[in-house]
C-alpha cells in the first residue's frame, strides 16, 4: 500500500520560477525521502530528512519535514526544463519490512522554457 | 562505477506467456529490493533480498510470481503465466544495507506489457 501522498499531481510552471511540491503520509518514520523520476528512467535519489530534522537543503533543493502534521515539502528554486520529471516522496517502512520504502503516487512537474 | 543494470528494458508478451526480469545491482551491495510501478503510481514493493536470502516477500503474488538471488548478486524475477493485469514497470533497486537511512539506487527498469 502507498503510505505517501504528493500534491499537487501535476504542476507547470516556467524556468526561473519555484516549484512547490507536498506530500502527506499516515504513520510515524524514521526518514522521508524524495526521489525524482524522468520519462521512461528509474528513480533517482534526490535528498533524505530525518524524523528529528525539520529542514534540509542541497543545492536548488529544499526539504521540510513536519512530523506532527505528518507532511513535507520539496521545493525547487530557479527551475530549468531539466527539471520536467515526476518527483515522488517516500517513507521507511517499518523494521520488520525491512525498511522497504513506501512511495506516493508521484508530482509530475513540467517546467517550460 | 556502474549503475544497477537491468535487461530486458521492454517486453512485449501475450498473456498466458512466461517472462524473466534480470537485475545485476551495484558491487557491494547486500539489499536487493524487486519494485513495481503502475502507471500514473509510485514504485510498490515486490520482495526484499538481504544477501541471497528473500526477507520480505509478502507482496510477491505468489501463484505466478517467483524470484531468486542465488548468488547473493544478480537477481531475477518471473512471472508464469502472465496476466494483463501484470503490464507495469518492473524496478530493480539495491542498497549498501537494509538500514532505515539507506539510499537505495533504481535501476531504469523493465517496462512489461501483456496483450
Known amino acids: 500500500s502507498q503510505q505517501g501522498e504528493e500534491d499537487p499531481q501535476a504542476l507547470s510552471i516556467q524556468e526561473g520560477e519555484n516549484a512547490t511540491m507536498n506530500c502527506s503520509y499516515k504513520t510515524s518514520i524514521n526518514n522521508l525521502q524524495w526521489y525524482r523520476q524522468n520519462s521512461g528512467r528509474g528513480l533517482v535519489h534526490l535528498i533524505l530528512?530525518?524524523?528529528?530534522?525539520r529542514e534540509k537543503h542541497s543545492g536548488r533543493l529544499r526539504v521540510t519535514l513536519d512530523t506532527s502534521k505528518k507532511s513535507s515539502s520539496l521545493l525547487i528554486t530557479a527551475s530549468r526544463a531539466a527539471d520536467t520529471a515526476s518527483y515522488f516522496c517516500?517513507?521507511?517502512?517499518?523494521?520488520?519490512?525491512?525498511?522497504?520504502?513506501?512511495f506516493g503516487k508521484g508530482t509530475s512537474l513540467l517546467v517550460t522554457p | 562505477e556502474a549503475g544497477v543494470v537491468q535487461s530486458p528494458r521492454y517486453k512485449i508478451i501475450e498473456k498466458k506467456q512466461p517472462v524473466a526480469f534480470w537485475c545485476n545491482p551495484i558491487?557491494?551491495?547486500?539489499?536487493l529490493y524487486w519494485y513495481r510501478q503502475n502507471l500514473g503510481q509510485g514504485p510498490e514493493l515486490l520482495i526484499r533480498?538481504?544477501?541471497?536470502?528473500?526477507?520480505?516477500d509478502s507482496q510477491l503474488p505468489k501463484d505466478r510470481f517467483s524470484a531468486e538471488r542465488l548468488k547473493g548478486v544478480d537477481s531475477t524475477l518471473k512471472i508464469q503465466p502472465a496476466e494483463l493485469g501484470d503490464s507495469a514497470v518492473y524496478l530493480c533497486?539495491?542498497?549498501?544495507?537494509?538500514?532505515?537511512?539507506?539510499?537505495?539506487?533504481f535501476g531504469p527498469g523493465t517496462r512489461l506489457t501483456v496483450l
Open positions: 530528512i530525518r524524523s528529528n530534522e
Open positions: 533480498y538481504e544477501n541471497e536470502e528473500a526477507v520480505d
Open positions: 558491487s557491494g551491495h547486500n539489499t
Open positions: 517516500a517513507t521507511d517502512g517499518e523494521i520488520s519490512s525491512g525498511y522497504a520504502l513506501n
Open positions: 533497486a539495491s542498497s549498501l544495507q537494509g538500514s532505515s537511512y539507506n539510499e537505495q539506487f
